[in-house]
C-alpha cells in the first residue's frame, strides 16, 4: 500500500471573525476581530481565553456533541451559539441543534485530517508514562490518532486499511520517511545536540494472548543511543521532542490534502515548561516554518504575551 504523496495545490483559508454568544465564559454577545490575521490572546486562568479556543475546536471535528451543555451558567434562557467568517465570504454557525458540520464548508473538511489545535495536555502523549515507571513510553495510540485520516492509495485513509500487518507497516513507512527528517529538522531549532534515530515499530504479546503494537522513540544525544528517553531528557527538551513531532505532523498531514483548506495553527499554553530562549525558538519556528499559517496564540503568561507581541506581526 502505497503513501499518497503531498500536494501543493491547496489554497489558504483565514479566519476574519469569532462571535461568541452564551458560550461557556461568555455571558450575552462576544465579538472578536481577527480579519485573517494571527491573532494573540492573553489572559488569565477563568478569562475567557480557553472558551475561545474550545469553540474553534469545533471546526476540526466533522461530527460533536451538541452545544447545547456549554452554555453560559448565567444564560438561563440564551442558547449557546458559534459563528465564524472566513475570508472567502463563507460563515458558519453553529447552534444547540447541530451535531455535526454543515456539507458547504469542504475547505473545513482537511481540518479533521491535520488537526492543528495543540495544548500541554497533547504534549504530554510523547513522554508521559502512566504510573511513571521506567518502561519506554508507547506512542503508537498517539500517531494511530493524529495518522487516522492519512490519505494512502486508492482514495482510502490509513485507518480504512483492515489487515493490521499492512497497516501497521504503512504507519511505520509514514513516520519513518520524510516526517522523521522534518521532526529532526525542528528538533534542531531548539537544540542540535538530540534526535530521534527512528520510530521501533514492534508487536509484544499481552499476558492474556493478545498482540499488542508498541511504537517507541530511539533517541540520540551527542550522536550517544539514550535508554528511556523520557526519564533521561529535561523537561524543556521533552517539550521540544514533542513540539516537533506535532508541528512536523501537521505540516505532512497538510500536505497530503488536495483541496482548500482554513490553514490555521491554534496553540494554547503550550510552552508551560519552557524557558524563555526555548520560548523565543518556538517563535523562530513559527516565523520560518508556519509563515503561511494563520496562528491563533493563547497564553495566561503576560512576560510571554509582551515579549510575543514585539517579535511577531499579530
Avoid at 475570508?87 to 444547540?96: T, W
Avoid at 511513571?132 to 508507547?138: I, K, L, Q, R, S
Avoid at 486499511?161 to 504503512?170: R, S
Wanted: glycine share 6%; hydrophobic share 40%.
Amino acid at each position: 500500500s502505497a503513501v499518497a504523496e503531498p500536494s501543493a495545490s491547496y489554497g489558504p483559508v483565514r479566519i476574519e471573525r469569532i462571535n461568541l454568544t452564551n458560550y461557556k465564559f461568555f455571558h450575552g454577545e462576544f465579538n472578536l476581530a481577527v480579519n485573517g490575521k494571527n491573532l494573540l490572546v492573553y489572559g488569565e486562568n477563568g478569562s475567557g481565553k480557553s472558551s475561545v479556543f474550545r469553540a474553534l475546536e469545533y471546526l476540526v471535528k466533522p461530527r460533536f456533541d451538541s452545544i447545547a451543555k456549554e452554555r453560559n451558567l448565567f444564560a438561563e434562557d440564551g442558547d449557546p451559539q458559534i459563528e465564524i467568517g472566513f475570508s472567502n465570504g463563507k460563515e458558519i454557525i453553529l447552534d444547540s441543534d447541530m451535531t455535526e458540520l454543515p456539507q458547504a464548508f469542504d475547505f473545513l473538511h482537511g481540518l479533521s485530517v491535520f488537526v492543528p489545535m495543540l495544548d500541554y495536555k497533547k504534549l504530554l502523549k510523547v513522554h508521559y508514562a502512566p504510573g511513571g515507571n521506567g518502561d519506554a513510553v508507547n506512542i503508537y495510540g498517539m500517531f494511530r490518532e493524529i495518522y487516522k485520516d492519512y490519505p494512502v492509495e486508492q482514495g482510502r485513509k490509513l485507518s480504512g486499511i483492515t489487515d493490521f500487518n499492512l497497516y501497521f507497516e504503512t504507519l511505520k513507512r509514514i513516520v519513518n520517511g520524510d516526517l522523521l527528517e522534518e521532526i529532526n529538522k525542528l528538533i534542531t531549532f531548539f537544540d542540535p545536540k538530540f534526535r530521534i534515530q527512528q520510530f521501533a515499530f514492534r508487536v509484544e504479546t499481552t499476558q492474556d494472548g493478545r498482540p499488542e503494537p508498541i511504537v517507541t522513540i530511539d533517541i540520540e544525544y551527542w550522536d550517544n543511543p539514550i535508554e528511556r528517553y523520557h526519564l533521561f531528557l529535561n523537561e524543556a527538551r521533552l517539550s521540544a521532542l514533542a513540539i516537533a513531532i506535532y508541528f512536523a505532523s501537521i505540516r505532512r498531514l497538510l500536505g497530503s490534502l488536495k483541496s482548500d483548506s482554513l490553514k490555521i495553527l491554534a496553540l494554547d499554553d503550550l510552552l508551560i515548561s519552557l524557558d524563555m530562549s526555548n520560548r523565543m525558538k518556538l517563535l523562530e519556528i513559527l516565523k520560518s516554518e508556519f509563515n503561511d499559517f494563520q496562528i491563533l496564540f493563547f497564553t495566561h503568561d503576560k512576560e510571554l504575551f509582551e515579549l510575543y507581541k514585539a517579535k511577531m506581526d499579530w
